[in-house]
């Protein structure tokens, strides 16, 4: 690592040679805004042009993000022309942009907002034509309002280099160059994970999830009985939406949030969790016993399913049959809880609070239907929308006292289920079971499975259990799991069981979670953008550490539904509530 | 609309002569554009699947090159120089008198597929200004009154390749 000599406004500093002008001058405490540049300040496009600074003896202004360091250079950010030259980039940013901020949902995180603000942007300067806009809100799960972008492209690159699928991509020239979908398709039309991985990224409003709140007001206002349920991820990043440090579990609060919202029930999905891995595991046990499709890869995951699907039609035996855990329990209230109560399914409405925009598409599924012909999960909010409905709502969250999760009948849940929102978690908890059925006893190694545990694409172990060995793969990201599908493809897969998460990181990450900017986050350390997925994950695997009961087979509320209503996992009651069946939609890409 | 045999044979032989090329996707849509006259958003997608470059891509390219065209385009291109030169000689004048007479936009191709108008920029002969192109044909110091003329000889070249063809 070799060190050059800069200057920055005539201070002197020492910086490695490998970084752009825009990383080292944040390494010594200056924050030049950009718009293009995330993850690192690195950028392959240099853009948006807001980044710009005066570097002596280069020709014009230069690009920050992109321009090296090098030996002696003399960068100056505060100089009249260079502040000067920021402020029009970004009036030329605002002439062309859509100015609805006070109903904007992205208001509060919006970064051209924010970098209007720090560069002194002023009221009308450029006026005239606007661009031709797109409006696509045709997904069940995300928006598209080219009105708000900017061209920044990080949408593009997420897509690409984060899940290997490139859906979006500039398209047109000049004044009329929008990001889109090819052929300015809506995201209906085009093999989209619906991950959402584009909209954590997008500095604006021009990516969105599609909003559900007015759903559930709607279902308040009918008299239904509407019930929530919250996924374990969750817990480990709603309260950075209340300005607590990421990764701080706030798993109390929100319980006493959504009781004072006037939810009728609020459960855990994570009782669901509990459900799945009782049902995965045991399909998998008959799997092997019975020379079924191996390996089995989880299904808890929609912008997963959505990928295999639609790029890997022929592997869709390989899936789980197991409905996402939220299904499950959707599918049980409707059923179970409906019959104990003695209420109607169709007046009960299910609210699941979640991670992630693939949910709001799976919810719709016809497939994850199941009392009455009922959806099992009327209405998903992500993260971040619980945010916003808990401020509506005029509850200061920071300052609530914890409650529980309500616990009659759906209520109990294992610390296995819990760890279901990180990468390897799923693994994790189902190897806890699956040793438990295979030996007759339980296993404390597997308490802390450390080679499932951890931020890596692909992480791989191998347990011997009762005398078999089981090979397996944790896996997030699709960029991270095509080699893996590529084997299976080939017959050449080494794995019995794999599990893979659509978002990199897992559920933690997931695209319905809260923005994480460092610029958004000025009391976070410099490195957070490394660091939040460990720290959401850390969040989890604590609470994991805390619950004295650790194993889904432990579950006693788990254990009573199997006696009273499905007999026992796999059963064909279980088949009806519980599982699914997929669809190759290989024509989606033609 | 599906592709036809040949051409996805075709397509299939332009990909595999340029795909071991550092950047094959412009030699590729060059290649096509030139053989079919436009780049449908079929063959995209067979570009896309023999490539592995994603659609989203390709059609960026396709939309931000002016050479390349997502619609037939007619037997005639009637090209008209909007660069500097030309234009300060009146060249919008011509391209709008062409369009007058055709009865369409530029970049749009007329219903019986005679004649496409595009708007060019720059074409190098500045020295000709103002300049209208049509297919190889490049005509010098075009005037507005010059336009018919320039339709009609493409209207008598069409008939006397048709009368030789029978």
Known sequence: MALVNIKIDGISYQVDSSLTVLEAAKQCGYNIPSLCSFNHGRCSKASCRVCLVEVKGARGLVASCVYPVN???????????????????????????????????????????????????????????????TYDDLSPALIR????????????????????????????????????????????????????????????????????????????????????????????????????????PVTGKMVTALKRLGFYRVYDTNFAA?????????????????????????????????????????????????????????????????????IKPEDIFVVSIMPCTAKKFEKERPECRGVNGLADVDAVLTTRELATYIRRAGIEFNRLPNSEFDQDILGEYT??????????????????????????????????????????????????????????????????????????????????????????????????????????LPNEDIDIEDTYRAKRAAALYSEDERQTVRRSHENTQVKALYDEYLEKPGSHKAHELLHTTYNDRGHNLK | MKLQEHAIKEIKEIVAQFINEPTPLMMILSAVQTKFGYIPMEAQELISEETGISVAEIYGVVTFYSFFSLKPKGKYIIGVCLGTACYVKNSQQVIDKFCQLLGIQPGETTADGMFTIDALRCIGACALAPAVRVNEKVYPQVRVEDVEKIIDACEKMEAEKNEKGN
């Not at chain 1, 299904?327 to 409707?334: L, Q, S």
């Not at chain 1, 499975?449 to 078999?468: D, H, L, M, N, Y």
């Open chain 1, 274 to 342: 509990d459900l799945t891995i009782m049902e995965e595991a045991n399909e998998l046990l008959e799997r092997i016993n019975n020379g079924g499709a191996l390996p089995m890869i989880t299904s808890c995951s929609p912008g997963w399913v959505n990928y295999a699907e639609q790029f890997y039609g022929d592997l869709i035996g390989h899936l789980s049959s197991c409905k996402s855990p939220h299904e499950m329990e959707g599918a049980v209230i409707k059923s179970f809880f409906a019959e104990k109560n003695n």
């Open chain 1, 71 to 133: 030996e002696g250079m003399e960068i100056s950010i505060n100089s009249q022309k260079a502040t000067e030259a920021r402020r029009v980039s970004v009036e030329l940013l605002l002439s062309n942009h859509n100015h609805d901020c006070q109903s904007c949902r992205k208001n509060q995180n919006c970064e051209l907002l924010r970098v209007a603000q720090l560069v002194g942007a002023r009221e009308g300067m450029f006026r005239g034509e606007k661009t031709p806009t």
């Open chain 1, 415 to 520: 610390g296995a289920g819990v760890i279901f929102g990180a990468t390897g978690g799923v693994m994790e908890a189902a190897l806890r079971t699956a040793y438990y059925w295979l030996t007759g006893e339980n296993a404390d190694s597997l308490l802390k499975c450390e080679p499932v545990r951890g931020q890596e694409g692909v992480k791989e172990a191998s347990f011997t259990i009762a005398g078999k060995e089981i090979k397996v793969a944790v896996v997030s990201s699709m960029k991270a799991a095509k080699p893996i599908l590529d084997d299976i493809r080939a017959g050449k897969s080494p794995y019995t069981f794999i599990e893979v998460m659509g978002c990199p990181g897992g559920c933690i990450n997931g695209g319905g979670q809260p923005y994480i900017r460092s610029c958004m």
């Open chain 1, 145 to 248: 309002d080219t009105s708000k972008c900017v061209l920044c492209g990080r949408c593009i690159e997420q897509c690409k280099y984060a899940q290997g699928i490139g859906i979006l991509g500039f398209e047109n020239r000049g004044f009329k160059t929008i990001v889109g979908p090819a052929y300015n398709k809506s995201f209906k039309d085009v093999p989209c994970l619906q991950c959402g991985q584009c909209v954590t990224v997008c500095p604006t409003g021009a990516l969105m999830e599609k909003g559900e709140i007015d759903k559930v007001d709607e279902a308040f206002k009918a008299g239904k009985y509407v019930i929530v349920q919250t996924a374990p991820a969750v817990r480990a990043a709603l309260g950075e939406e209340f300005g607590m440090p990421v990764g701080t």
